[in-house]
């Protein structure tokens, strides 16, 4: 019989249930009884502090209240219908906690309401629902500006956090301490505590219970010790507290109904009934293609021939809905975690492994469960008919994407064609798939679907990682390695193969065919995925990096938008396209799940894929909508009712969201995690390219490691920060050149820097930089990556083995301040002549080499003075290729005996200027709309002044080379040996 207890700390009621014979405890006494809770006396004692704290209780703040009062809910819900106030999500600055903005729900343009200042925000946490009321328009920025004026119910979340340290108010001993959150988007907490001197030097969990209008910081509670500060686990620990990722372990209820895990002795063997239920497709061919070490295998893909000439090609999906009843424990508890969360070297996992790795995983030689989707090809490989169905299926093999591809490209090893015997039927096989994916692929481009840039980086993990968990790894599961030891040992981008853009159109594909299935069965009651179409401004950063560079990126549609990014390339760059991809990545609006009675069909449109029904159905082992998806799909092939109603799946939806957005916050931070171990013991300085120019940094792509990071260049206060000599290379024969100041100017993305001697430098978009990757150490939040320019440009008296192409602004300054450069005039003319695109002119007036003002203009004068002969201001009369024409263009120019390097400078600067001067026409072109005659000369259209960019770009890169082979030649030792000509090939 069960065991009645009276659990109260009231001395009545505990008297009288003396007397009446009940057993009772008082809260702490019970407490003491939870030996198997790790942590809750701590909880409890916390909480207790907590309330005999809170009379009188008033933080750190004034007498007078700080803020104003919220006001009442229904009010706000009313006003927010009635479009008096707005309510929305408010977005704290991750790197500057001052600076906030409200992102207006339900908006299709993705209106944002600036907050100015913390009081506007009115104890407003990042991440809360909030209502804003306007209080007008910021004119500097042309936003609308506003203040919180209530906040919406919410349920209470941890924060992970660190003790301010005893210096800063506290003291040790005292119960009152302030926490500072990890995340410094998250205000300070004051907390009450008794184990304050225990838990100073740990992370540990609050939360938050109250902000009151007189207090600066927000009252809370200690929860729980997470561990040592910068123990790789504890910081592993605390992205899982930040992101509010379930990684407790299943319960027995929870495990009950399911079928044991499966032994080589006591194999799973699937019920008679199962089979006699389903259409049986063990005599098809499978396979599944996943990355090496996969155990979670949602799907696999078949194909069969048939007499007529036709092929059925079949996307086949573990059944997990076989295993998980609605509404039962495992499910709720599914539903809660929503998705599986990876992060670098471990997962934690949305269903008990019985079922993720074993039962429904579509492991190789064995029987599985399916839902599938089989389509029937014609010879063109058109769909002539969809069936849809439960299945029993047996998959002959599991590739992994480098087999695969090396199958399908005929480089297989001889160790694939003893595992695989009947290869030559596999490569058949995947040879029609890659044609059938390549044809569904250009059917989706040309309706606009989009092809973006992915920052996936694979990390090398010390082999010790994996000792707690021998499949998956653990990033801070080794608790014998030593403190600081190397963890992540390297890493790389990922390499993309062709065979994983085959495995996704063919899960894009069925996903398509299922959303329009489930759709037409349950039009006001079926979970879809739309895509919004991203705001115009969003996208200023991608025109303003492609107009730089010559190219123009019409946003109007995924189609022009994807055109455009299409022809965007420099042949000589390839980092180029990859940058405005994911500037266009980084400009997309948020995909999300929702329930169709909650828009009209027009608005159900997925902009990135260019699809007007999208859904997720291809991973339910990993993903909880694609299990609500497949009962949907199997409800619509019964002919039953919707498994929700449309009231229940809207709240579905708005959890998975919320699940899916911080699972990939997870993800990223764990990213970031790995990159600070690897960076922690590697200082490293890399190659990076200027993406973008912001209102007092820059942002660097750094290639080799496939990531971008801002780079400092003035501190809040406009003093500029760049190290003296950025300009000028450090050398043992020239003194460091000073900077004066530095001037970023974020719309036209540009930057001006002036040395103290009054020279001015222009760095533009994609030139390259040397920089300092290290880590810096934070008591009170996670280390972080830290990036430091060096100098514009990379270093060319480095080895040959390390040089690499300065810029421009280096080698100008480099060249102009050393007089020791011996002359090549004739050389360096007779490589340039053989060059039209360097003839650039925008000068039809003889000028002489008088003074130094026309002595940046002089040689392309007399360039211009010849080429007009001809009728054509961009060609040569073919004497220009005589020493005799040589000698007179020197002598036109008031060249004659000048070194070779000041020629070589002179030209990049016309060049450079004449660049300058085209890309302003251009952009005004593209502001108005069109090219009008006269603003450049000689040019007709917008597309030859595009062309004539390009040009310029290729003549820049020619005469840097050169700049660079004489480098050699000034500050190298004297040579053994003859020396290499001038233009010989290097290293």
């Known amino acids: 019989a069960p065991h009645v207890i009276l659990l109260t700390d009231d001395e009545a009621l505990q008297t009288a249930a003396g007397h009446a014979g009940v057993r009772w405890l008082s809260a702490e006494a019970y407490v003491g009884t939870l030996e198997s809770t790790p942590g809750a006396a701590e909880l409890f004692a916390s909480l207790r502090d907590v309330a005999a704290h809170r009379t009188g209780d008033t933080g750190e703040a004034s007498d007078t209240s700080l803020y104003p009062e919220h006001k009442p809910l229904e009010y706000l819900e009313a006003s927010a219908k009635a479009s ?132 600066c910081y927000p009252h809370g509670h200690y929860v729980h010790t997470i561990g040592p500060i910068g123990n790789p686990s504890t910081e592993l620990q605390c992205i899982l507290v930040e992101n509010q990722v379930q990684n407790t372990p299943f319960t027995s209820g929870m495990l009950s109904a399911l079928p044991p895990f499966p032994t080589p002795t006591a194999p799973y063997i699937i019920p008679q009934e199962d089979v006699s239920a389903r259409r049986d497709m063990r005599d098809t061919r499978l396979f599944s293609i996943d990355p090496p070490g996969c155990e979670d295998v949602d799907d696999a893909v078949s194909i069969k021939w048939l007499p007529n000439g036709n092929v059925q090609v079949g996307v086949h999906i573990a059944d997990v809905t076989a295993f998980l009843p609605a509404g039962c424990l495992l499910d709720v508890e599914a539903r809660e975690r929503s998705t599986t969360v990876y ?45 849809f169905g439960r299945t029993v299926i047996h998959s002959a093999h599991e590739l992994h994407y480098p087999t695969a591809q090396a199958i399908i490209d005929g480089t297989e090893s001889e160790e694939d064609r003893k595992r695989f015997p009947d290869i030559e039927l596999l490569r058949k096989e995947l040879g029609l798939l890659m044609r059938f994916s390549r ?54 981008p990922k390499q993309e193969l062709e065979v994983m853009r085959m495995v996704a159109q063919l899960m894009i594909f069925a996903n398509r065919y299922v959303a329009q299935k489930i759709f037409k069965a349950f039009p006001n009651a079926a979970l879809l995925r739309r895509h919004p179409f991203p705001r115009g401004d969003d996208f200023k950063a991608l025109v303003q990096c492609a107009a730089s560079q010559g190219f123009q990126i019409n946003t109007s549609s995924n189609r022009t938008l994807a055109e455009s990014l299409s022809r965007a390339v420099l042949e000589d760059n390839s980092n180029f396209n990859y940058i405005l991809k ?151 024969n020239r ?101 039209k695109s360097v003839l650039l002119l925008n000068s039809r007036t003889v000028g002489m080499y008088t003074d130094p003002v026309a002595s940046d203009y002089a040689l392309f004068e007399g360039f211009s003075d010849m080429s007009l002969r001809t009728g054509d201001p961009f060609a040569l009369p073919a004497a220009a290729n005589t020493s005799s024409s040589l000698a007179q263009l020197l002598s036109l120019g008031g060249l004659a005996g000048e070194k070779e390097t000041d020629i070589v400078v002179h030209l990049l600067r016309e060049v450079r200027k004449r660049e300058k001067m085209l890309r302003r026409a251009i952009s005004s072109a593209q502001a108005n709309g069109v090219w009008t005659p006269g603003q450049a000369e000689g040019i007709v259209s917008l597309e030859e002044a595009q062309r004539r960019v390009r040009e310029c770009r290729t003549s820049s890169k020619e005469l840097e080379e050169r700049l660079r082979a004489l480098s050699l030649e000034v500050d190298a030792p004297p040579p053994a040996k003859a020396p290499q000509p001038a233009g010989a090939t290097r290293e």
């Not at 699809?611 to 409800?635: G, K, N, Q």
């Open 84 to 215: 008096v106030v707005y309510h929305g999500t408010l977005h704290v600055n991750g790197h500057n906690r001052t600076e906030a903005v409200v992102r207006v729900a339900d908006s299709e343009g993705g209106d944002s309401i600036w907050i100015p200042t913390e009081l506007d925000r009115n104890r407003a946490i990042h991440g809360d629902t909030v209502y804003v009321e306007l209080t007008g328009q910021d004119q500097m920025q042309h936003r609308k500006t506003g203040r919180v004026v209530g906040i919406a119910p919410k349920t209470r979340r941890m924060f992970a956090a660190t003790l301010q340290q005893e210096e800063d108010k506290t003291g040790r001993g005292s119960k009152r301490q302030v926490a500072v959150p990890l995340d410094i988007r998250i205000p300070k907490v004051t907390i009450v505590t008794s184990s304050s001197d225990m838990l100073r030097d740990c992370r540990i969990a609050v939360r938050i219970d109250r902000w009151d209008r007189d207090c």
């Open 343 to 387: 992060l670098v070297g471990k997962r934690f996992d949305m269903l008990p492994a019985v079922l993720s790795s074993c039962l429904c995983s579509l492991r190789e030689k064995q029987d599985r469960l399916a839902v599938s989707v089989v389509w029937t090809l014609n010879k063109s490989l058109e769909v002539v008919e969809t069936w």
């Open 439 to 492: 044809l569904l692929e250009t059917e989706r481009r040309q309706k606009g679907a989009l092809e973006l840039a992915s920052a996936e980086i694979q990390f090398d993990l010390d082999a010790r990682l994996s000792s707690q968990t021998p499949k998956c790894g653990d990033l801070g599961g080794d608790k014998s390695a030593p403190e600081g030891s190397v963890q992540v040992l390297g890493m790389k």
């Open 582 to 732: 994911s500037l266009a990545t980084q400009a997309m609006s948020e995909a999300k799940y929702f329930c169709t009675s909650k828009y009209s069909p027009d608005d159900f449109y997925h902009y990135g894929l260019a699809a007007e029904f999208y859904t997720h159905f291809t991973s339910p082992i990993r993903r909880y909508a694609d299990v609500i998806v497949h009962r949907m799909l199997l409800a619509s092939i019964s002919g039953g009712p919707p498994p929700y109603t449309s009231e229940e799946l809207q709240e579905i939806c708005t959890h998975l969201n919320e699940r899916t957005r911080c699972a990939k916050q997870a993800q990223r931070d764990s990213v970031d995690f790995a990159r600070t171990l690897f960076f922690k013991s590697n200082t490293t300085n890399a190659k990076g390219i200027i993406c973008q120019i912001l209102q007092r940094s820059l942002m660097i792509f750094i290639p080799d490691f496939g990531m971008k990071a801002i780079v400092a260049i003035n501190d809040k206060n406009g003093t500029c920060v760049l190290p003296p000599n950025c300009l000028s290379v450090s050398h043992p």
């Open 735 to 835: 003194d460091s050149l000073n900077i004066r100041c530095a001037n970023l100017d974020e719309i036209s993305q540009t930057m001006t820097i002036e040395s103290e001697c009054n020279r001015k430098v222009a760095v533009n978009l994609f030139e390259e930089v040397t920089v300092e990757i290290s880590v810096g150490d934070s008591r009170y939040h996670l280390d972080a990556v830290q990036t430091r320019l060096l100098h514009f440009g990379v270093d060319p008296f480095a080895s040959p083995s390390n040089r690499r192409r300065p810029n421009l602004a280096n080698l100008v300054e480099h060249f102009d301040n050393d007089k020791g450069v011996h002359s090549h005039a004739s050389h360096i003319f007779e490589e340039l002549i053989k060059k």
